[in-house]
């Protein structure tokens, strides 16, 4: 009997003491963030999207050996002599980036292209809402020429070889040195592609 | 009066009474059952330190009347393997009976479906109705879980009626009627005339049923929140093993019938509740209406109050099931037939000895 009595005590006290928990919660500010509206603050170090600066991107192709599924494809033009390219840093670049493209689906977002990089211009971002509906618009593609241009950059290192190897010949028809025109000793011979 | 107002108005008595039946339905259960739906959801939210629905309207309260439309929209699928005329039935019947339910009640002086003198004894004779449609639910729907919880809520709708009816007694033996709208009259005056603190004889035994009228009300409370299948006591439809009993199979209108009924349910037993233990539609601290003479205002602060007693006790159903775990079959059955029947049956004598008096 005595249990009978104990068990309805119990019941109702553990009731009531589990509604005042409840009721309390009721007060307590909600812990959801209104995502679309409100975004939660990202770590300092946080890795999302990358990003290329293309004034000061020199071509070296660093990023895409590092990065571990290859998905970045660096092409280059190299520049003519007569044209000055610089970084932001003042620093020469030899070559026209006619291509650079990293394609986010595949992206995994390890930031071991960032490191490489001599002149800091990869880095990650903090976008990360740039969903897309086809596979093939997540392929980005950073460089800033348009195909005019690269058609314009390649004819005019073509015509500037071309001459190159034309004076060349002149010259070995003058004196006889190397019997093969060696291609131009552009300044580009330290970062050469591929 | 709103019998003879639309009677006055139409010159029919059919058109009248069809108006009249039609009321509570478009005026007050649909308009409820969406806020309902939309108060739990925030009630659940906000104690489980959430938001809830926020996106459709302010705080999300038009998120109901959307997943209405979309419900409506949805197709009706019925299974090969179902019985289709009970499958069709069932919700319709199970809505019909919770419905009826709300012809006794009486939600203002001048707002009654119709005023019964056997009230209460109809109300827990049409809720009857409601077990027939969910078995015929579970049933039809040819699942096996749909049966198990159809089963189930059999079992416990009819062992829970018990407790209830014996605290109704209770109730009809001091006041003498069954009639919810002359209990609600009884009760006038102010909060201390109400049933739960021993109703409006003054005396010696209204002070010594304050204690018993407690306990009365705990045990329809509990009994009735088994009754709409409410957690602790929602093994029926219990979501996580049975996913959702007997409303499994059906989709769309159907769904939001079942949907609708048990909402509807939820404040109907709290109207019955209200009724019996909390001054029903009267005012605890006196009209405003009677204070500057104007006599039209009184029905509408006794819907006021009717409304804002219910919305309480459907707030604290809400309540407890964000608190309370599920019983288990047997803890349920231990519920009602070891401590529920018992106290009620000793509380039914006590009274009776006390108003003897």
New interface residues.
Partial sequence: MREYFK??WA??FT?LV??K???K????????I?YPDVKPKLPERERNRLYVNMDDCIGCDQCARACPLGIINIETVKALPTEDLKTSQGRKKALWVTNFTIDFAKCCYCQLCVFPCPTECIYMTDVYEFSEYERENLIYNFSTLTPEEIEQKKTNLSLFEAEKAKEKAAKSAAAPAPAKPVPPAAPTETKKEN | MTYDFFYKLFGSQVIAAIIQSLLPLFVFILPFALFAVWLERKVSAHMQDRLGPMRVGWHGWLQTVADILKLIQKEDIIATANDKPLFNLAPVLVFVGTYAAFAAIPFTSAFIGSNLDLGVFFIVAVSGFVVAGILMAGWASNNKYSLLGAMRSAAQIISYEIPTVMVIITIVMITGTLNLNTLSQLQTGHFWNWMIFGGPVFGVSKFLMIPFMIISFGIIYISTLAEVNRTPFDIPEAESELVSGYHTEYSGMKFAMFFLAEYANMFAVSAIVTALFFGGYQSPIGYIGHLLGLPWLVPIEQLFWFTAKGLFFVFVQMWLRWTLPRLRVDQLMTACWKYLIPIAFADLIIIGLITLI
């Fill in positions: 068990n309805i019941a109702v009731v589990g509604m928990v409840t009721f919660h009721l007060f307590v500010p909600a812990v959801t209104q």
